[in-house]
Every structure is written in structure tokens, then in C-alpha cells.
């Protein structure tokens, strides 16, 4: 296709940031729509490259390939395969419902939109870049708008949280940049392009690849963010806006899980094979601990966001064992856990805009109130314990058989973190909507919109349909599951 449709994808958010920031800030309808007007294309060309996606080969498709700074031998790549294809469609359908979402924004909205489509760019390119430089630049564009996003729009303690996460985000960010100069230095000729550098990799000694690998999954382990990493992430998920959750939950985790595949598992083969228990380790330590901590948790938002602590170990513990059904598991784990946690982040904001509280045990009998919303929340619940027909459970049950074909008692321990899931899940759905209602304090609850239904309604669909039939997204990723695979244990 001669149509540079990644190109397009990238920086038409980026045409509609400048659009807005040109715009008076006085037309906040305007802003609203011009904003979601520069992130429905987006949408629309993922969904057009989905369609023209050849699903029966590994190979980068859709590649564009310029100069870029000759002089170092720096180039604009991009190109995606079965990993990024499926991600960047979520990226761009999480960044239309959560710009939709945003429109009860009232305070500074012209810069917040401004901000959001500069995120959405930066989250594109991550995706799409092939070039470490371009790819470094990509991931260092997102830090800027998160860090605003949450600072200027956040709850009461929203600085320290914006900080916390951009020092952080930064710090792996240092550890990533000396391993990439590392890595350009190494190869004949000097190159970032990193479909030449998954060539040589496998040629580097046991020794510096261990360097290499440490480095980069610092970086990406903080973004994950999995144990000791994580103490970042609760912060940003409380203090952030409803819709800069759903993007920390639903994108911005998930480029630390795509990091390891695309960078230390495709490049950095014998290390990736000694650091593999270790990984499983890791993944048995955050799955237990992240359940653990969410069943203490009063603030539904904050358990939320401790839980996902958890669903993302399932990703590093299935990836850990280096097998075709962990990789894929940890791939529909990243997209059920986007589509799920996602719901839940804007079904928590919908019930705060209204309470102004989310402390669980404030609520109580909400289901003879708000009877929809209460179905909604439930079904979305269903999905993060892992019901069978919902895509939680097919993306866990993926991940744990991946797991047990080399750790089977690490594996099994872990197999706790869904029964511990189960608990603190029930035990919301039982003290918030089961028993009687306060008709006195909470009767002037309203049930949930129009627009706000539109928001969760294709979350919905995606996680209903991914678990009765996750066919298409097994075939989609298939050919590339199985080649980074054999990249891995090469």
C-alpha cells in the first residue's frame, strides 16, 4: 500500500492539537467536537489496516522507511505486526471513548483536549516505530502530556501524584537510553533500526545481552508497572481524571509488556533465556500481591488500580515461560485487560460524578436504584474475576496453560491470584449493590447517560465477543506470536 497510512495514523492527532490550541477557549463545544473530529480518522485507519492486515505472515507490513538525520544513521521507520496491530486498534478506541468521556471537562478544556491528542500521538508512534531513536522520542512524548494531565486535572494530592509518576517514567527512561546508545555503538554498521539489530543481537555475548536486558526491562518494568515498580501507579490512577485512567490502565501499561516482547525477547535471545524464571518470579509475586493489597482497599478507584498489579503479572509470568500459548496468553491478557479495566475506570467515574465518593462500603442495595448501571458494573466485574464467556477468562486460562508447560508449581501458586480476584470482586458487588439501599442519602442518584453508555457499549461488545469467540484475535496474532517466540529461544 503506497498510502503512508501509520503516518497518518501518528500525527493527525497531532494536526488537531495545534487545531484547538488555535481555537478561542471560550468555544468549548467546538473544542469537544474538533477534539473527538482528529481522533475518530485515527480510529477509522486502524480499523482500515486491520482489514488489509495479512494475518498469515510475520512480517512487518504497512513499512515506511525515510532518512531521517543521516549523519548517525537515523531513520523515520514504522511498520506493525500481529503484536502491534491489535493494540494500536485499542489504542485508538480507548482514546475516542475517553475523549468522549471528557466532555463533562469544563476547567481549562481547550488545553486538556490539547494534551490528549498529543498523548495519543505519542502512544501511535510507540506502536509503529522500528527505529530505537524514533521509538525513544514516541515514548518520551507521552511523559510530557500524562504528567500535565494528571497534575493540572487531578484530585486534591494530583502534583505529588504527577511527579511521582514522571520521576518514575523518567528514571526507566535514563536506563533505556544508555542501553539503546549501547546497542548503536555494537552494530556494524552503527544503526537504531531494530529489524537489523534483532539480526545481530543473537551474535552479541552472553554477558553484554545480560547488560542490555537488565537495562531495558527497567525501563519497561516501571511502565508495566509490576512488583517492586508499581507504588507509582495507585497514586496516578486516584488522582488522575477519569479518562487519563482509562488511558494509564488501558495503553500506557500495556507499552511495557509490548517493550519486552518487541525489544528484549526479539533481540536479546540468551538473555531473555536466563532471565526467564526470574520473570515467572515476578509475575507469582505481583499476581498474589497485587490481589492481596486490592482486597484492602476502601477507594473502589484504588483497588482498581491495585488489581491491575495483578492482571498484568499474568502477562510477565506467561511471557516468562517463553512457550507460543504463554505469549499469546500474555497478548489477550494486555487487550481483555485494556477493554476491562477501562470499563471499570469510567463505570467508577460515573459513580463519583454523582456521589462525590468511592468508598465502597458508602453504597449499599444500588441495584434497586440504578438496576442498569448496577448490570453494567456487573458484567465488567464478571470479566475481571474471569468468568468463562468473557474475555478475562479466556485471556487468563491462556496465560496460566502457557505458564504450567514449564513452571507448573509456580504456575499453580499463581493460579491463587484468580480465587483471591474472585473474593474482593464479589465482596464489592455484595457491599455496593446487594442489600438494602439508603434511600435517604443516595436517592438523588441518577442512572447512567446516554453519552456514558456509548462510552462502555464497544468495551462491552469486545469483551463479550473476544471470550465466546477469540478465534480472530488468536489468528491475528498467530504467525507473530510464534516468531518472536522463535526469536527468543534462539
Not at 224 to 238: K, N, R, S
Not at 378 to 392: D, I, K, N
Amino acid at each position: 500500500m503506497d498510502f503512508p497510512i501509520l503516518t497518518w495514523m501518528i500525527f493527525l492527532p497531532l494536526v488537531g492539537m495545534v487545531t484547538i490550541m488555535a481555537m478561542p477557549k471560550t468555544a468549548v463545544g467546538a473544542i469537544r467536537w474538533t477534539a473527538l473530529g482528529f481522533t475518530v480518522p485515527s480510529l477509522v485507519l486502524s480499523l482500515i489496516m486491520l482489514a488489509g492486515y495479512d494475518w498469515s505472515t510475520a512480517d512487518f507490513q504497512f513499512m515506511e522507511r525515510h532518512s531521517w538525520i543521516p549523519n548517525v544513521n537515523i531513520q523515520y521507520l514504522l511498520g506493525v505486526d500481529g503484536i502491534s496491530v491489535p493494540l494500536l486498534v485499542l489504542t485508538t478506541l480507548l482514546t475516542c471513548i475517553c475523549i468522549l468521556a471528557s466532555f463533562k471537562i469544563t476547567d481549562r478544556l481547550k488545553e486538556y483536549m490539547a494534551f490528549f491528542l498529543l498523548l495519543e500521538t505519542g502512544m501511535i508512534g510507540v506502536f509503529c516505530a522500528l527505529d530505537f531513536f524514533l521509538f525513544y522520542v514516541f515514548w518520551e512524548v507521552m511523559l510530557v502530556p500524562m504528567y500535565f494531565l494528571i497534575g493540572i486535572w487531578g484530585g486534591p494530592r494530583r502534583e505529588y501524584a504527577a511527579i511521582k509518576f514522571f520521576l518514575y517514567t523518567l528514571f526507566g527512561s535514563i536506563f533505556m537510553l544508555v542501553a539503546i546508545l549501547a546497542v548503536y555503538f555494537t552494530t556494524e554498521p552503527h544503526t537504531f533500526d531494530m529489524l537489523v539489530i534483532m539480526q545481530q543481537g543473537v551474535g552479541w555475548a552472553r554477558g553484554f545481552q545480560m547488560f542490555l536486558w537488565v537495562f531495558f526491562f527497567i525501563a519497561f518494568a516501571i511502565k508495566v508497572p509490576i512488583f517492586p515498580f508499581h507504588t507509582w501507579l495507585p497514586d496516578a490512577h486516584v488522582e488522575a481524571p477519569t479518562a487519563v485512567s482509562v488511558i494509564l490502565a488501558g495503553i500506557l501499561l500495556k507499552m511495557g509488556t509490548y517493550g519486552i516482547l518487541r525489544v528484549n525477547f526479539s533481540m536479546l535471545p540468551l538473555a531473555t533465556q536466563e532471565f526467564s524464571l526470574l520473570m515467572v518470579w515476578i509475575g507469582m509475586i505481583s499476581i498474589i500481591y497485587g490481589a492481596l493489597v486490592s482486597m484492602a482497599q476502601r477507594d473502589l478507584k484504588k483497588l482498581v488500580a491495585y488489581s491491575s498489579v495483578s492482571h498484568m503479572g499474568f502477562c510477565i509470568l506467561a511471557m516468562g515461560a517463553l512457550t507460543t500459548t504463554g505469549i499469546a496468553g500474555a497478548m489477550f491478557q494486555m487487550i481483555s485487560h485494556g477493554l476491562i479495566t477501562g470499563a471499570m475506570f469510567l463505570l467508577v467515574g460515573v459513580l463519583y460524578d454523582r456521589a462525590h465518593t468511592r468508598e465502597i462500603a458508602a453504597f449499599g442495595g444500588l441495584w434497586t436504584h440504578l438496576p442498569l448501571f448496577s448490570a453494567i458494573f456487573t458484567l465488567f466485574a464478571m470479566a475481571f474475576l474471569g468468568l468463562p464467556g468473557l474475555s478475562g477468562f479466556v485471556a487468563e486460562f491462556m496465560s496460566l496453560l502457557g505458564a504450567f508447560q514449564t513452571y507448573p508449581v509456580i504456575t499453580a501458586v499463581s493460579a491463587l491470584g484468580v480465587l483471591l480476584t474472585a473474593a474482593y470482586v464479589l465482596r464489592v458487588i455484595q457491599k455496593m449493590f446487594l442489600g438494602p439501599f439508603n434511600s435517604e442519602k443516595w436517592g438523588g442518584l441518577t442512572e447512567i447517560s446516554t453519552r456514558e453508555l456509548l462510552t462502555l457499549a464497544p468495551l462491552a461488545v469486545l469483551t463479550i465477543w473476544i471470550g465466546v469467540y477469540p478465534k480472530p484475535l488468536a489468528d491475528l496474532m498467530s504467525a507473530s506470536v510464534d516468531a518472536i517466540q522463535k526469536l527468543a529461544m534462539r
